[in-house]
């Protein structure tokens, strides 16, 4: 059972994404007024630092983002660019998108290539393309959705067709479909005569955006214990279930406290009696795999290989609860048998493509450290939570 639960504890509002009963996912919540995902502005971009490919833009009073020049052209409102240059210019406003949050020293990351992404669709400035969720394998189908929104008179917008339309009537997809293409009209339209930076529109709830990136197809319940979060639930479609015991609050039902000690903790005890060291440093992200109290009784290679095989299993889980991403060095029990190795690569991989955030095995270095790579989205659960 893959279950939601939106809940607040220490007046910090948390969304919990449990399978099979095991917490996977954590996500403490930022505040409505912050700089988050999705939010579209009316930014001037400052500086263009050509050396570093990236331009700073001044999205508000308070925040600057920073977009890469070889990232979708953002759409110049004040002055229609001359043919034949890509790039932008200081003091230019143009219309960007927040896809990426800030991190400790570096400003939060903006693309030009606006989207409305909801339960079914996702649209951008891609101007007439199509595309289906990968997840979607039947053919009849996939034929189907490309030619319903290929037959749109409206169909001016990229457009990309999610993993629950596999299964939802047409009527709703073009429903949303629809609704998108008039918001991004309106949202184009704003930033045409609108000459002041600033926030033009906030993104969805910032649970709501990690429920449809999780996929709330995949859910079978989504409960909370904020009324105001139940309300915008239902005003969204989504079934939900209310948790009304004021007597023993769900943080509590859960052993929320617990839980975040035991996630904040860097040592990672294993059955085995073993033991991972989750260090985060200003570079990348160490982990160091300890043998502790697993003793193996015959074969020292298979028992390695054992020990090491749960350690990877358990890795990847850790990268997706704490939301480390970056870098990351592992440091193994060490293996003589290549074959060994090849397994633990595998293994690897394998909990990797189970994250919704994409990460990759890059290689075994000379000294036999194993690097990975995870995609920077959202910060780390340990600077969420800093007071």
Known sequence: ???????????ISFLLIYEEDELVECHPLMEKQSLQIGNIYIGR????????????????KDHVGYLPLNDTPAKILNRKLPKGLPSIAENDLILVQVEQEPQKMKQARVTGNICLSGNYVALDLQEQSIG???????????????????????????????????????????????????????ILHKGEFERKTGCIKTGRPEYLA????????????????????????????????FYDNKDYPMYKLLRLETELDRILNKKVWLKSGGFLVIEQTEAMVVIDVNSGKSIGKKN?????????????????????????????????INMQK??????VVKCLEHGLRRDKIPG????????????????????????SLKV
Do not use: W
């Not at 971009?45 to 508000?60: P, Y």
């Not at 169909?155 to 479909?177: D, K, P």
């Open 132 to 186: 289906v969720s990968k997840k979607i394998k039947d053919t009849t189908r996939i034929k189907e959705l490309k030619d319903l929104i290929a037959g749109q008179s409206n169909s001016a917008y990229g457009c990309v067709l999610r993993t629950a339309c596999e299964h939802a009537s047409n009527e709703v997809i073009l429903e949303e479909y629809r609704h998108f293409c008039t918001e991004l009209d309106q």
């Open 338 to 343: 290549d074959e060994d190795k090849k397994q």
């Open 300 to 332: 020292k290679d298979a028992h390695i290989l054992k020990l090491n095989l749960e350690a990877a299993s358990e890795i990847t889980k850790q990268l997706r609860l704490r939301n480390l991403s970056g870098i990351i060095m592992i440091d193994f």
């Open 45 to 60: 971009v400052e500086k263009v630092v050509k050396n570093i490919q990236s331009a700073f833009i001044r999205l508000d």
């Open 360 to 383: 990759y095995f890059v290689e075994i270095t000379k000294l036999d450290i194993f690097e990975l790579t995870r995609k920077k989205v959202r910060r780390p659960l340990h600077e």
């Open 210 to 241: 990690l429920l449809s990136e999780y996929g709330i197809e995949r859910l079978d319940e989504v409960r909370t214990d904020i009324v105001d979060v139940f309300e915008e639930l239902k005003a969204f479609g989504i079934d939900a279930v």
């Open 1 to 11: 059972m893959n279950q939601a639960i939106i809940t607040q504890f220490n007046h």
